[in-house]
């Protein structure tokens, strides 16, 4: 059994990648070609140098990305600043009021901030392993309206990194339609470590994606 708290929060942890330039690039290189002399002259090392070997490859790959861009930036600055605020209403443990507990244990309780309303929280043990979760609610989002009632359609819209995506979701139509269509653009942000994962999400602007005629933004 897992349990879990639903939380609009999440997790995401930040590097500042660099260019590979100049001398290190030239330090890169003869560290490669001084590996692989060792290697045709020292048979009994080759497994070794070729672990070297690898790890340096996959540092140099590292040091040769490309780093974000002030666009990007802007939006894996506000996936950082959604998750702080909402791990810090989740660990504030005071003024919680339970709206509602199921049967099976299900709780939903709420709090009003001062800066944002009233907020909601739900405290529920899913059935299921850790992978399959995340998955669902991470690797296959765009799959969400095949489970959620309230979804129409998850879009992803752009990658950044592997923690950050923007996201265009449709609402599903309301009974009697009282609400019209909705729509949102969103930045999202997963981390996952060990058995915890932490997702968040806050509403965003997309240029590629502006206001769709017949929704509610």
């Known amino acids: 059994m897992l349990p879990a708290t639903s939380k609009l929060c999440a997790a995401i942890s930040y590097r500042h990648l660099r260019n590979m330039t100049g001398l290190r690039r030239q330090a890169a290189v003869a560290i490669s070609q001084e590996l692989s002399r060792l290697a045709s002259h020292s048979p009994g090392a080759s497994t070794w140098i070729h672990q070297v070997r690898r790890r340096s490859s996959l540092l140099s790959s590292r040091l ?43 709780k939903v309780l709420s709090k009003v901030l001062p800066d944002v309303g009233k907020v909601f929280r739900l405290e529920v043990v899913v059935d299921q392993p850790l992978d399959t979760v995340y998955g669902e609610l991470v690797d296959n989002m765009e799959q969400m309206g095949d489970w959620n009632p309230n979804v129409k ?35 999202r942000c997963a981390k996952r470590r060990g058995s915890t994962c932490v997702l968040a999400g806050t509403a965003t602007t997309y240029g590629a994606m502006p206001e769709q005629e017949g929704f509610i933004r």
């Open 153 to 187: 359609e998850v879009r992803i819209l752009e990658k950044i990194g592997k923690d950050t995506v923007i996201t265009h979701e449709k609402a599903a139509a309301t009974p009697g339609n009282i609400v019209g269509p909705r729509d949102f653009v969103s930045v």
């Open 64 to 106: 040769e990305e490309k780093p974000f861009s002030e666009v990007e930036m802007s939006y894996i600055k506000q996936g950082e600043e959604a998750l702080q605020k909402s791990l810090r209403i989740l660990e504030d443990q005071n003024d919680w009021k339970t709206e509602t507990v199921a049967g099976n244990g299900d």
